[in-house]
T-cell receptor, first 112, second 116 residues
Framework: QKEVEQNSGPLSVPEGAIASLNCTYSDRGSQSFFWYRQYSGKSPELIMSIYSNGDKEDGRFTAQLNKASQYVSLLIRDSQPSDSATYLCAVRDAGNNRKLIWGLGTSLAVNP | DADVTQTPRNRITKTGKRIMLECSQTKGHDRMYWYRQDPGLGLRLIYYSFDVKDINKGEISDGYSVSRQAQAKFSLSLESAIPNQTALYFC???????????????FGEGSWLTVV
């Protein structure tokens, strides 16, 4: 069973701090990794994708990928209350690249 | 207007009834998906379709059926609804290809279904 694991949280950080969200995956052959944000009662939306080892930055968000250790992380700098949401990690299934394997998500609360 | 539109947005139905959730998209994408989301179980793929003639079962297709009426329309049916099908259902689309465009999934606003 291929899995994507995330700490469910809630992760609570003060406004302005760095929030660090982690995700590990079991499928060693996976090549594509995604972070989606989901506000309560709303649909998920893509915030970052990463395909190569290392860091990818987009504004306040940085995705980090380490394929050898099979983890991907998301850093949110200068966290804002509007960042409070559930963050879903998704990994493309190497055996069936038509599918994504989803984590259960980490709930983030940014406190003013 | 939303690019991926689901109807109905909310529905309460009785056990044993047939119900259809409809999805239409204006993004021009070939790929469409139906997911359900349950607390503690996350997003689970029910069915997916990569073009009008391509329908595939996902992780949890039992008790569901789908129809891809056109490139822009993909409906999900519960032939005989049961209470454990109470969930939030999402339709989604993505572009064709393995590049970034083919990897980004765009979700509809969701349909809350309650089976009593």
């Amino acid at each position: 069973q291929k899995e994507v694991e995330q700490n469910s949280g809630p992760l609570s950080v003060p406004e302005g701090a760095i929030a660090s969200l982690n995700c590990t995956y079991s499928d060693r052959g996976s090549q594509s990794f995604f972070w989606y944000r989901q506000y309560s009662g709303k649909s998920p939306e893509l915030i970052m994708s990463i395909y190569s080892n290392g860091d990818k930055e987009d504004g306040r968000f940085t995705a980090q990928l380490n394929k050898a250790s099979q983890y991907v992380s998301l850093l949110i700098r200068d966290s804002q209350p509007s960042d409070s949401a559930t963050y879903l990690c998704a990994v493309r299934d190497a055996g069936n690249n038509r599918k994504l394997i989803w984590g259960l998500g980490t709930s983030l609360a940014v406190n003013p | 207007d939303a690019d991926v539109t689901q109807t109905p947005r909310n529905r309460i139905t009785k056990t044993g009834k047939r119900i259809m959730l409809e999805c239409s998209q204006t993004k021009g994408h070939d790929r469409m998906y139906w997911y359900r989301q349950d607390p503690g179980l996350g997003l689970r793929l029910i069915y997916y379709s990569f073009d009008v003639k391509d329908i595939n079962k996902g992780e949890i297709s039992d008790g569901y059926s789908v129809s891809r009426q056109a490139q822009a329309k993909f409906s999900l049916s519960l032939e005989s609804a049961i209470p454990n099908q109470t969930a939030l259902y999402f339709c989604a689309t993505s572009e064709t290809g393995q590049g970034a465009g083919g990897n980004t999934i765009y979700f509809g606003e969701g349909s809350w279904l309650t089976v009593v």
